[in-house]
């Protein structure tokens, strides 16, 4: 839902980690062993907005359709469909961090808790959104998160 009050809010394809075990400081050669899986997300985003709002608005940032274990989490085919057409596409072997690397660091710096999601990042530009659009974020061996886009009450 776009909230009242914002003048640009983008999509945002992203690969999101699911912590599986608690992890305090953490290496990285360890750091796969505490992910439980990933699933797709959409990290939709108000441009115009200070971050916290920007990125914690009600509906934004949903995730599913299903949490996956056992892939190579760091060579996944990620893309996002708006109303059909490809508007972001790469392959998780492209982030500037692979998975190992991010939850290492995040969890020198917070523990980190069994459920907690991690979004990885997003590949390439983004683009607004208006009510009316369909997004559907794939994710290779996960599946198709799909959203519709509404305009708040």
């Not at 290496?27 to 899986?37: I, K, N, R, T, W």
């Not at 940032?61 to 056992?70: A, E, K, L």
Request: some cysteine.
């Amino acid at each position: 839902m776009i909230p009242k009050g914002t003048e640009r809010v983008d999509y945002e394809a992203e690969m999101v980690v699911v912590i599986g075990k608690q992890a305090k400081h953490v290496s990285e050669e360890q750091a796969l062993d505490y992910v439980f899986g990933v699933t797709c997300g959409n990290d939709i985003s108000a441009r115009d907005w200070q971050w916290w709002r920007a990125k914690a608005s009600d509906t934004f940032s949903p995730c599913g359709p299903f949490i996956v274990t056992g892939l190579n989490y760091n060579d996944l085919h990620l893309q996002l469909r708006r109303n059909g057409q490809v508007m972001q596409e790469q392959r998780t072997a492209d982030m500037i961090h692979n998975v190992a690397t991010i939850v290492s660091w995040i969890s020198r710096h917070i523990t980190l808790e069994p459920g907690d999601l991690i979004y990885t990042g997003t590949p390439g530009t983004t683009s607004p959104i208006k009510p009316g659009d369909k997004l559907e974020v794939e994710l290779e061996g996960v599946g198709i998160l799909t959203n519709y886009v509404v305009a708040a009450e």
